[in-house]
């Protein structure tokens, strides 16, 4: 039974990664602007501050920085500054017409409506594509960056690190074993928003500040005056009221907490029970505060019900938002840290250090990408031991023979009770490592295997999850179609499967069949 389940869904996830011909179908690589491996790419950005700064970075090292493109200059001064001889544009568009002949690939990390636009308008003209999560906004721009990689031929990858994490497939591995049973529930939850939503005003009007192209970073949503909410200096996130993370609390320009955090914490749950292929049977938001007429909730929860799946059970997920703990789920023990990695410190310890240094008797094991290990738990054994600053994010999942639980990004994957560490082994590796999240996209742009959160695999997660982003904004349960992409019980929902696109932005979407 183990090797059946554990080959039969290891098998499903290469689905899409390779060519609809099969190996060798494609005669040349190189014709499709691939390189060798000693080849170094050239990188444009579109996006240059925040989120892309660091994706910019991680790339940067062993490639080619050549163009960068930002509608913010205040934003983008820091990589700006950096990358002095690159070009830089506050359009897109245009550095995508003037610069293509220089360009392989492109980073996108721009506030989430804009994803799907550009992302479309780099893949026509052959660039591979690094997209920031959520990957869109919309479900059916979803399927239209996933058709326009098949039709151009181009590496993509969504900004998800969780995927290319060991403890995200230590998770899946843990499970396709049999070490928990047949999973019933996954319960799921994070801090965020940690920026500002269930805002009831709009305030007055204000100038846009020098160096801000505010139409540009409009984009494809609606026109509307700028404001900076009366906000005299930046906020804790270097922004005002829309700008320069705040968006993300907005319907018309991010995706809430969901889209900020649930392709990273939901990735190992995807992942292990195929999220992506079940049938979604409905989602329903349960529970919401703080209520807002353009912006998500200041806290919500939400149910998906999946259906069976080769030999796994129908599935329930609940997904927390803005907590400041981990939830009580019925059957896990409330002493048990639960999701990310605590901080442990001796009772009465003079406070906490990172694990390895710093003041004696204290530990500290957060840290994303950590493997759980028999010397953490021996640590967490210890006399006098107590936990310590815990962080409410992570997951839980519950089989008939067992829990376990993992973190943000699928770290410190481990058994629960934690006791039952003592003793355990880790499967053998079934799936691929990762050599990190950036260096599996750039592999695949140079001809490698397809890259973990390839759009193939991407697209279909952020589908269902995207289903939840809609459910926060109707009461009741949402009932989809996904062969004819339609919400079929509630009209008003189905038109959010869509983006409306401002007069002057063109999508060009590629010809499916919803």
Same mark, same amino acid.
């Given at each position: 039974?183990?090797?059946?389940?554990?080959?039969?869904?290891?098998g499903?996830?290469?689905?899409?990664?390779?060519?609809?011909?099969?190996?060798?179908?494609?005669?040349?690589?190189?014709?499709?602007?691939?390189?060798?491996?000693?080849?170094?790419?050239n990188?444009?950005?579109?996006?240059?501050?925040? !989120?892309?700064?660091?994706?910019?970075?991680?790339?940067? $090292?062993?490639?080619?920085?050549?163009?960068?493109?930002?509608?913010?200059?205040?934003?983008?001064? #820091?990589?700006?500054?950096?990358?002095?001889?690159? #070009?830089?544009?506050?359009?897109?568009?245009?550095?995508?017409?003037?610069?293509?002949?220089?360009?392989?690939?492109?980073?996108?990390?721009?506030?989430?409506?804009?994803?799907g636009?550009?992302a479309?308008?780099?893949?026509?003209?052959?660039?591979?594509v690094?997209v920031?999560?959520?990957?869109?906004?919309?479900?059916?721009?979803?399927?239209?960056?996933?058709?326009?990689?098949?039709?151009?031929?181009?590496?993509? !990858?969504?900004?998800?690190?969780?995927?290319?994490?060991?403890?995200?497939?230590?998770?899946?591995?843990?499970?396709?074993?049999?070490?928990?049973?047949?999973v019933?529930? =996954?319960?799921?939850?994070?801090?965020?928003?940690?920026?500002?939503?269930?805002i009831?005003?709009?305030?007055?009007?204000?100038?846009?500040?020098?160096?801000?192209?505010?139409?540009?970073?409009?984009?494809v949503a609606?026109?509307?005056?700028?404001?900076?909410?009366?906000?005299?200096?930046?906020?804790?996130?270097?922004g005002?009221?829309?700008?320069?993370?705040?968006?993300?609390?907005?319907?018309?320009?991010?995706?809430?907490?969901?889209?900020?955090?649930?392709?990273?914490?939901?990735?190992?749950?995807?992942?292990a029970?195929?999220?992506?292929?079940?049938?979604?049977?409905?989602?329903?938001?349960?529970?919401?505060?703080?209520?807002? $007429?353009?912006?998500?909730?200041?806290?919500?929860?939400l149910?998906?019900?999946?259906?069976?799946?080769?030999d796994?059970?129908?599935?329930k997920?609940?997904?927390?938002?803005?907590?400041?703990?981990s939830?009580?789920?019925?059957?896990?023990?409330?002493?048990?840290?639960?999701?990310?990695? #605590?901080?442990?410190?001796?009772?009465?310890?003079?406070?906490?250090?990172?694990?390895?240094?710093?003041?004696?008797?204290?530990?500290?094991?957060?840290?994303?990408?950590?493997?759980?290990?028999?010397?953490?738990?021996?640590?967490?054994?210890?006399?006098? =031991?107590?936990?310590?600053?815990?962080?409410?994010?992570?997951? =839980?999942?519950k089989?008939?023979?067992?829990?376990?639980?993992?973190?943000?990004?699928?770290?410190?994957?481990?058994?629960?009770?934690?006791?039952?560490?003592?003793?355990?082994?880790?499967? /053998?590796?079934?799936?691929?490592?990762?050599?990190?999240?950036?260096?599996?996209?750039?592999?695949?742009?140079?001809?490698?295997?397809? /890259?973990?959160s390839?759009?193939?695999?991407?697209?279909?997660?952020?589908?269902?999850?995207?289903?939840?982003v809609?459910?926060?904004?109707?009461?009741?349960?949402?009932?989809?179609?996904?062969?004819?992409?339609?919400?079929?019980?509630?009209?008003?929902?189905?038109?959010m499967?869509?983006p409306?696109?401002?007069?002057?932005?063109?999508?060009?979407?590629v010809?499916?069949?919803?």
């Amino acid at each position: 039974m183990s090797f059946n389940r554990r080959h039969f869904f290891y098998g499903s996830l290469l689905a899409g990664a390779v060519p609809t011909g099969g190996f060798g179908s494609t005669t040349s690589l190189k014709s499709l602007g691939y390189k060798s491996p000693n080849e170094k790419l050239n990188f444009a950005a579109i996006g240059s501050g925040g !989120q892309g700064a660091s994706n910019i970075r991680a790339a940067s $090292p062993t490639e080619n920085i050549v163009a960068l493109c930002d509608v913010d200059d205040r934003r983008a001064a #820091p990589t700006f500054e950096a990358f002095p001889k690159a #070009p830089r544009y506050r359009d897109f568009r245009v550095m995508l017409d003037k610069e293509a002949k220089n360009i392989d690939a492109v980073i996108v990390a721009t506030p989430d409506h804009m994803h799907g636009m550009a992302a479309m308008w780099c893949m026509e003209r052959n660039k591979h594509v690094y997209v920031q999560k959520p990957l869109v906004r919309t479900i059916w721009e979803a399927r239209q960056v996933r058709a326009a990689a098949a039709k151009y031929g181009v590496a993509t !990858q969504m900004g998800n690190q969780g995927y290319s994490n060991e403890g995200t497939r230590q998770c899946a591995e843990i499970v396709w074993n049999g070490d928990i049973g047949n999973v019933t529930e =996954v319960h799921a939850w994070s801090d965020r928003p940690l920026w500002p939503q269930g805002i009831t005003q709009v305030p007055a009007e204000e100038p846009v500040p020098a160096g801000l192209d505010w139409d540009l970073w409009l984009g494809v949503a609606e026109k509307r005056p700028y404001t900076a909410g009366g906000l005299k200096k930046a906020d804790r996130w270097g922004g005002y009221f829309y700008e320069s993370f705040n968006w993300r609390g907005f319907y018309d320009f991010g995706a809430g907490a969901l889209g900020d955090m649930a392709c990273h914490i939901l990735g190992a749950p995807n992942m292990a029970l195929h999220l992506s292929r079940r049938q979604v049977i409905g989602v329903e938001c349960i529970r919401k505060e703080g209520v807002s $007429p353009f912006q998500f909730p200041k806290a919500a929860v939400l149910r998906f019900d999946f259906a069976a799946y080769g030999d796994m059970p129908p599935l329930k997920v609940f997904w927390y938002d803005g907590m400041k703990g981990s939830p009580k789920i019925e059957g896990v023990p409330e002493k048990e840290w639960l999701g990310d990695p #605590p901080s442990v410190r001796q009772a009465g310890g003079p406070g906490r250090r990172p694990m390895g240094g710093g003041q004696p008797g204290v530990a500290e094991f957060r840290s994303p990408g950590r493997v759980y290990s028999k010397s953490m738990f021996e640590a967490l054994q210890a006399p006098g =031991v107590e936990l310590a600053f815990p962080t409410p994010n992570g997951s =839980v999942f519950k089989g008939d023979k067992g829990m376990l639980t993992t973190g943000t990004y699928g770290e410190v994957t481990r058994l629960l009770p934690v006791e039952k560490m003592r003793d355990y082994t880790m499967p /053998a590796p079934l799936l691929t490592r990762s050599p990190g999240h950036m260096r599996d996209f750039i592999r695949a742009c140079k001809g490698g295997d397809a /890259a973990c959160s390839n759009f193939d695999v991407a697209a279909p997660f952020v589908e269902w999850m995207l289903l939840g982003v809609i459910a926060l904004r109707h009461d009741g349960k949402l009932e989809y179609d996904p062969e004819k992409m339609r919400i079929t019980n509630n009209a008003e929902a189905n038109k959010m499967l869509r983006p409306t696109l401002r007069k002057g932005w063109d999508f060009h979407a590629v010809k499916i069949n919803t």
